[in-house]
């Protein structure tokens, strides 16, 4: 469900054309699919165990969520998510 927000959210800017910076996005999730379970498995896995890892997972999505939420110093550009007939 994030990827499509951010791409929303990239696109809403209008400073370069969509096609280069959804092909970044695109790519910087793929990247991530990849590099992501290798490091739970073959790092994550066999440091921390199962239960650790879930955890420490747990904190970091929670600590990404919480930056999120921080007011930026300049206003953010309005997604409308709202239905118009």
Known sequence: ???PLV???AGATGRESAG???GRLLAVNTLGA??????ATFLMAPRLGLWWSLVAVGAFLMAAGAYAGLPAGRPRSRVAFSWRP
Do not use: K, Q
């Not at 990849?34 to 490091?39: F, K, M, N, Q, Y």
């Open 34 to 39: 990849i590099v992501g379970p290798l490091l």
């Open 1 to 3: 469900m994030a990827l």
């Open 20 to 22: 280069p910076l959804i």
């Open 7 to 9: 791409m929303e959210m």
